[in-house]
Structures are given as C-alpha cells and as structure tokens.
C-alpha cells in the first residue's frame, strides 16, 4: 500500500518536476482544449464515463484510490503511453500526469476551504499547464512517483476533514461554488472519467 502519510513533501518540489525539458516531439499545438464546464456532473451522471458522483464521501474516495492508481500506473508502463493515438487527444501519459497534477491542486483547494471563508481559488489551466510541463517527455518512473505521492497527499488530506467542515465553501474564478463535500465528488469524476478516457469502453 502506499498510502502512508507525506507530511513533509513540498509541493514545489512536485512542480519542478513537471518542468521537463521541452521537446518539439511533444508539441502540444494540434491538441485541443477541454472548454466545458464540467460541474454539472455534480448534478446528473455524466453521459461520457457513466460515473454517478453525486452519492461519492471523502471515505468512498479514500478506499477507492489505490486501485484507481494501480490502473494508472500500468497504462504508465504500457510501451505505447506516450503515443497520441489522436493528434489532437492526450497521449495515456499526458492523462496520467494531468491527474497526479489535478489532485495537487484539489489538496490545495481543500487546504483554502478549510483555512478562509468562502476563498477563491487560484485559476488553474489544465491545458496551458499540460504545455508548460511538457508531460510527455517524462519518464514512467516520474510520473508514477507524482501520481503516488499528490494521491496519498489528497487522502490523507480527506481523512483530516471532520464531517462538520464538509459544507465549507470555495469559489472558482469564473464564481462555479463548491463545498468541501461538492469539489471532492468534482475530484473524484476527474480521475474516473480519464480511466476512461485510457479505455473508453461501454459500461
């Protein structure tokens, strides 16, 4: 198991190291950006992935991570992760590090809730930091150690939340509200939607 705690990681650090070297192999120019609002799957089932998050507790997410992880970490070591089978889809690696890269920025986006009232977060482009990052041009090894790490952080993040804090607030630039409860069901559809997203077959 590696869901041990990691008090003592910086997230710095975790950002250093998605600032690979650029490579024009990895161009991200023909890739094209996610402009949907997904908070309606707070709501409703999302008709993609077919996921139900409506019901998810920060104690589902806890239980439910490691395996979601263990199906991540071995599309990682799949010969063809970097492969773009679309030129304009992420490649399964390019995924995989936007999601150990999404559960940094959901730990910090608790961490706000918990310590402001009703805080705005800090805006957060997944595209722009998926270019910037240069995904694919890190090893499997990388990625795999950002993914393990930003989850152990996240569920331990979520096991330190008494239910009386659940109903704290945050808001998103473009004013989309969330509840501690409502941004980790948000959380929780983003890393199953894009095991999907890696194997995109019917339920």
């Not at 590696?2 to 192999?25: G, T």
């Not at 949907?36 to 992935?49: A, G, I, Q, R, Y």
């Not at 070591?77 to 399964?92: E, G, L």
């Not at 150990?100 to 930091?129: C, K, S, Y």
């Amino acid at each position: 198991m590696f869901f041990i705690p990691l008090r003592f990681v910086a997230y710095a650090s975790l950002k250093l190291a998605w600032r690979a070297k650029k490579n024009d192999d990895y161009d991200m120019s023909e890739i094209v950006p996610d402009q949907k609002n997904w908070t309606f799957v707070l709501d409703s089932v999302c008709p993609e992935c077919q996921v139900d998050v409506r019901e998810v507790t920060p104690k589902d997410v806890i239980e439910r991570l490691p395996s979601g992880v263990q199906r991540y970490v071995t599309a990682l070591h799949n010969p063809a992760a970097r492969v773009r089978k679309n030129p304009a889809r992420w490649s399964d690696q390019e995924y995989v590090t936007h999601v150990a890269h999404m559960l940094v920025i959901m730990t910090q986006r608790l961490d706000l809730m918990l310590g402001q009232d009703e805080p705005t977060f800090p805006n957060w482009d997944q595209d722009q930091a998926a270019n910037e990052g240069n995904y694919n041009a890190l090893t499997a090894d990388d990625v795999t150690a950002q993914l393990e790490t930003a989850a152990s952080n996240y569920a331990e993040k979520l096991g330190s939340i008494g239910a009386e804090s659940y109903s704290r607030r945050g808001l998103r630039s473009n004013g989309s509200a969330f509840t501690v409860e409502s941004l980790n069901q948000y959380a929780w559809h983003d890393f199953v939607h894009h095991l999907w997203d890696l194997d995109p077959k019917p339920s």
